[in-house]
């Protein structure tokens, strides 16, 4: 079946630089999350998008912004790093986004090095 | 969302079963209960919900307590591979556009 598809894998950026991540959800899901995890933390929510829509939003910070494409996938820009930003980034799908039933499915993440 | 509560860690053997407890005394009456793992170095992964039966799929059982203030995860059968985090996260049913992560169980299984 069909998993949900992050790009790149791995990427590594210098501070102040600019790093875009991708996600393809899985077919016929219209709800994409995006989620930063830190060494030793736990998964944070950033945003999320409805129908291409923003629909909720978490702690992400000013410097990042995100958008869902016509065709459902969807992008996390990141500019002007900082060492901090050194995470995992995860991207999750989902069908009717705004159930609490609803099941996500998490890609298999994004590591970024700020160096 | 409603706040749960989790043990930091727990023990067990393999090919014994785990009881995972959750609990989430100021739940609202449309608050659906979740459980997701995450393995080492891997995205988190679906396990199970329910709203307020008892509920069983191939990877495990949730019981929810009478009051709902609570709810246990089932292992039947712990495997190496079971070892991960464990969250309980409770999502409202028709207003969550997220899924917000708490800190979770970290299960360690013992060959």
């Known amino acids: 079946a069909a998993g949900v598809i992050q790009s790149p894998r791995h990427l590594i950026k210098e501070k102040r630089e600019t790093a875009t991540l991708k996600c393809y959800p899985i077919?016929?899901?219209?709800?994409v999350y995006w989620y930063q995890q830190g060494p030793g933390q736990d998964p944070q929510f950033l945003i999320s998008f409805y129908e291409k829509m923003q629909s909720d939003k978490g702690s992400i910070p000013d410097r990042f912004s995100a958008q869902q494409f016509s065709d459902y996938h969807s992008e996390l820009n990141m500019s002007s790093l900082e060492l901090g930003d050194s995470a995992l980034y995860f991207c999750?799908?989902?069908?009717?986004?705004?159930?609490?039933?609803?099941?996500?499915?998490f890609g298999a993440g994004s590591r970024l090095t700020v160096l | 969302d409603a706040k749960t509560t989790q043990p930091n860690s727990m023990e067990s053997n393999e090919e014994e079963p785990v009881h995972l407890p959750c609990n989430h005394s100021?739940?609202?009456?449309?608050?659906?209960i979740h459980w997701y793992r995450q393995l080492p170095s891997q995205g988190p992964e679906y396990v199970i919900h329910?709203?307020?039966s008892n509920v069983n799929n191939r990877m495990a059982s949730l019981a929810i307590a009478e009051d709902r203030k609570s709810s246990t995860l089932i292992l039947h059968r712990a495997t190496l591979r079971d070892a991960a985090v464990y969250y309980c996260?409770?999502?409202?049913?028709?207003?969550?556009?997220?899924?917000?992560f708490g800190s979770g169980t970290r299960l360690l299984v013992r060959p």
């Open positions: 999750a799908s989902s069908r009717d986004g705004k159930s609490g039933a609803n099941v996500l499915t």
């Open positions: 996260i409770l999502r409202d049913a028709g207003s969550s556009y997220k899924l917000i």
């Open positions: 100021t739940i609202s009456g449309t608050d659906y």
């Open positions: 329910g709203l307020t």
């Open positions: 077919p016929r899901h219209d709800t």
